[in-house]
Structures are given as structure tokens and as C-alpha cells.
């Protein structure tokens, strides 16, 4: 059964803080990791990876995949308020419909 | 663009009631997709359409049924609304292997 899990499953930390968030996964024919934030109402995208090793940035946040250890890492450094939300992992697969399966996501709380 | 539409935002119903969530979107895409999201669940695949005139079921597909009416529309039907199909809907499209372009969500309670 394919699967994607997130850890932890809640943080709280201060602004100015740098969390890493986890995501790992088992899944049949990997194609891609995506990251979606999600405040209030839906998921926004943050980004997507397909390579090993290859980091992918925007701004404070960035994340990273390993294919051979299957997971990836979401970093935020200096984090600010605005930063609290569900973080999600999903993974693509190379299936004959375009299918991805979710984690159940890290909640982060940003205290000022 | 508005990207992915769905309706109503906000319902209540009581159990056996029937309703229909409507969803487009204005990208073009060709999949399309119907979530559920509860409380440590994460996102739930209740079912999916990979092109105009076809559906498949997701992983939660019971109590559901869907219509993909032409490329743009893609609508999900509580034919006896359950207590436990109380939860947050989210449609989402998405072209090819890019990323998923979610809704603004439907919030659902039955009684």
C-alpha cells in the first residue's frame, strides 16, 4: 500500500526559529514530492521535486528529496507568524491517472 | 483567471438528506479530483476523473457519486447524507504530472 508520513505532527516554536519538517514515503513508481502550505482554507503550493540532491528555494523556506532514503525535508529559517499553517507532503506516481497520495500533515504554530 | 470554483462554501444538512457539490475549473485541465479532509486524516482521494467521460473511485469512495459533465465541471453527489460524511471538501484539478490546484473547500455537517 502506498504511503506518505509526515513527522512530527505538531510544533510550536518562536519566531525567529528554523524548523525542519519531514516527510517519507513508500509508494510504487516514484515520480515526483510535492509540498503544499495550507492556512485556512486550501492547499497552496510551495514546491516540486523529481531529483535526488537537488535543493529547491523560495525565499526562507526550502526543501530537499533523497530517493535512495525516500524522504524529504522542508526547511523555514527565521520564522515568522505567518508561517503557522499544515504543512503537507504529497507523492506523485507514475501511474496511468494522475494520482498523489497525501500525508496527514505537520501542523506548525509560530509563537511571536 | 478564478482557477478552481466549488459550491456551496458552507452546508448543513440532516442524515438521508441528498446534496450536490459542484466544482469547475478554468484551466483547461484534463483531471479532476474530489478530497476529503478530516482531522488527522490528511487528505482522503474520494474519487477522481482523468479526462472528460471518465471517473474512477479513490480510496473513500462509499456513499459517494460523481459527475465530470465536460472538461470544466466536476460535480460530487451525497445521494443519503451520513454523519460521517461530515467533513472539509475539496475539489482539485491538475494537468498532467504539474502540480494540484485546490478549491476553496466546501464545509459539510450532518445532523
Known amino acids: 500500500e502506498d504511503k506518505v508520513v509526515q513527522s512530527p505532527l505538531s510544533l510550536v516554536v518562536h519566531e525567529g526559529d528554523t524548523v525542519t519538517l519531514n516527510c517519507s514515503y513508500e509508494?510504487?513508481?516514484?515520480?515526483?514530492l510535492l509540498w503544499y502550505k495550507q492556512e485556512k482554507k486550501a492547499p497552496t503550493f510551495l514546491f516540486m521535486l523529481?531529483?535526488?540532491?537537488i535543493e529547491k528555494k523560495s525565499g526562507r523556506l526550502s526543501s530537499i528529496l533523497d530517493k535512495k532514503e525516500l524522504f524529504s525535508i522542508l526547511n523555514i529559517t527565521a520564522t515568522q507568524t505567518g508561517d503557522s499553517a499544515i504543512y503537507l507532503c504529497a507523492v506523485s506516481m507514475n501511474t496511468g491517472f494522475q494520482k498523489l497520495v497525501f500525508g496527514t500533515g505537520t501542523r506548525l504554530l509560530v509563537s511571536p | 483567471n478564478a482557477g478552481v470554483t466549488q459550491t456551496p462554501k458552507f452546508q448543513v444538512l440532516k442524515t438521508g438528506q441528498s446534496m450536490t457539490l459542484q466544482c469547475a475549473q478554468d484551466m483547461n485541465h484534463n483531471s479532476m479530483y474530489w478530497y476529503r479532509q478530516d482531522p488527522g486524516m490528511g487528505l482522503r482521494l474520494i474519487y477522481y476523473s482523468a479526462s472528460e467521460g471518465t471517473t474512477d473511485k479513490g480510496e473513500v469512495p462509499n456513499g459517494y457519486n460523481v459527475s465530470r459533465l465536460n472538461k470544466r465541471e466536476f460535480s460530487l453527489r451525497l445521494e443519503s447524507a451520513a454523519p460521517s460524511q461530515t467533513s472539509v471538501y475539496f475539489c482539485?484539478?491538475?494537468?498532467?504530472?504539474?502540480?494540484?490546484?485546490f478549491g476553496p473547500g466546501t464545509r459539510l455537517t450532518v445532523t
Open positions: 509508494v510504487t513508481n516514484f515520480r515526483s
Open positions: 482539485a484539478s491538475r494537468e498532467g504530472h504539474g502540480e494540484q490546484y
Open positions: 523529481t531529483s535526488s540532491g
